[in-house]
Structure formats: structure tokens, C-alpha cells
């Protein structure tokens, strides 16, 4: 391989360098992925200008991503964090198709005024969204010096039922001035199928934690976020695993499900016969 073959073959060096990959990669994601000539044109920009950031070394200290499922307290746990006015938090970056996922990922980055960034990664993201491989993904963000934060919910069945009220309700979070959302009536075909389909995610998620290196930063739903007292330890904790001050945190969020889920649910006889059938009994306890 000739000195400029290497050279091709590695990671933004300079702004020419830079631009040749941009445009060479952008052509061929631009013909597999059938996006409009004008969403090219952006993302090629959004690129361009992060080669800029990384020549004049305009990006935070420290880069952070929340790895883990939906309905599983990501929202909460980012609202915490952003408590702290060094921390910029961003949502899921990665759920709409993008160009080049990791540069955008890394673009967003640049932008952050403070010295640390995080944001959210679902492990369904990269080959639902992005039509790339998750493994491959992750290794990349892992070499680009994000931190990861594991975040998982042990109850399955309380995932899928917030999901399933998820698309009853269209009610994604609520406020502390909201009124507390009344009893649903919930599909119980949809719920069995949810359940079904969280087994299948969580081997996803867990193949994606045995490819990184790193040990992320563990924090679960039931342990650290389900009670308001367990916020600022839990808080406390991550800020140190992120070389952050500790600083008092606050959310405006409120649960949106009751203590016991049956409260919430109009047609309770039918779900609970539905898990039994489906061999979900475990959940009835």
C-alpha cells in the first residue's frame, strides 16, 4: 500500500483529507440510503464543519451516551444530569437516518458550549435507523472516547405496558402541573407481543455491552431512579464516574403510571389472562 493510501485510510488528519472522505463516503451512503439531494447537502455540511472543529479542537472534555431501551427512565436520568451547568444533554440523536450516524453524533458534540455531552443511543438505533451494524457502531463511539451509561429497567412487563400506554395515550412524559393520567384500556395482544419482542432487545442490548471494552457506568431503573430519594445519590455517583463536580439536581417530571399497574388499567381480568396464556404469570404477582 503506497504513503497515500495510508494516508486515505485514516481518520480526519486535515481539512483536505477530511473533505475527500465526506464526499467519498457521502456518494455511496447517499445511493444506499435514497436520501433527498437536499438532506445530502446538509449532512455533507454538518460533516464539513466538524472537520473545522476537530482541526481547531472545538469539542467537550469529556463525550457520554445513555445505552439502553425506551421506557426505562432515559428522560428522567437526562433531565437529572442536566441539573449540571457543564453537562449539555441531548435526546436520541440516532433515531432518525442520518448520513454519517457517528459524525453527526460527533458534530452535535462540537456544538456543546460545556466541557461534558451526553445523549441517548437505543440499541435498535444503528440497524433500524441507520442501516448499520450495531456492533461496529458502538466500537466506533468507544474509539471516538464516549463513556458509556448502561441504563436498564429490570421489570419487562412494566417496560411493555408503559409502551403499549405509549401508543393509547400519546402521552410520552408529564409535568408536575399535569393531572395524573386516568385508568386505559390496554390491548392485551399488543402487550404479549411487547413482552415478546423485550426478550428479543435485551440479547441486542447485552450482544452491544459485550463488544465495548469499557465497563460502562451501570444505573437501573428500580434501583437508582424508581424513588425520588435514590435521584441525587445515583446523580452523585455518575457525575464522579464522569470527572463532574456534584451539584444539586432537580426534574420537573411525574410518574405517569400508579404504585400498582392495575390501578392504571380499565380491562385488568383481560390482561391478566392474556399473560397466563402466554406464559407470563411471573408478572401477576
Known sequence: ?????????????????????????????????GLSSERMAKELVKSGVLVWRRIVNQEPDQKCVIYGQGRSGSTLLKTLLGSHPQLTTKDELLSYRRLFPVQFVEYEASRASTS???????????TRR??????????????????????????????????????????????????VPEAVEINPRMLVSMLRE???????????????????????????????????????RLFEALGLPPVEVTTMLQKTSPSDWRAGVVNVGEVESALRIAGYEEYLS
Not at 461534558?116 to 444503528?126: A, E, G, I, R, S
Not at 436498564?152 to 408536575?176: C, G, P, W
Open 198 to 236: 423485550k426478550d428479543r432487545a435485551y440479547r441486542v442490548e447485552q450482544l452491544g455491552l459485550d463488544a465495548l471494552e469499557q465497563t460502562p457506568v451501570r444505573v437501573e431503573y428500580e434501583t437508582d431512579l424508581q424513588d425520588a430519594a435514590r435521584h441525587q445519590p445515583t446523580c452523585d
Open 1 to 33: 500500500m503506497s504513503e497515500r493510501e495510508k494516508t486515505r485510510e485514516e481518520p480526519f488528519t486535515d481539512w483536505d483529507h477530511g473533505l475527500y472522505k465526506i464526499f467519498r463516503n457521502g456518494l455511496v451512503e447517499w445511493g444506499r440510503l
Open 130 to 179: 441507520q442501516a448499520v451494524e450495531l456492533v461496529p457502531l458502538l466500537r466506533k463511539l468507544e474509539e471516538r472516547g464516549y463513556t458509556f451509561i448502561h441504563l436498564r429497567r429490570k421489570n419487562e412487563f412494566l417496560k411493555s405496558l408503559s409502551q403499549v400506554k405509549l401508543f393509547t395515550e400519546d402521552i410520552l412524559h408529564a409535568k408536575e402541573e399535569d393531572p
Open 116 to 126: 461534558h455531552f451526553l445523549w441517548h443511543l437505543k440499541p435498535w438505533h444503528p
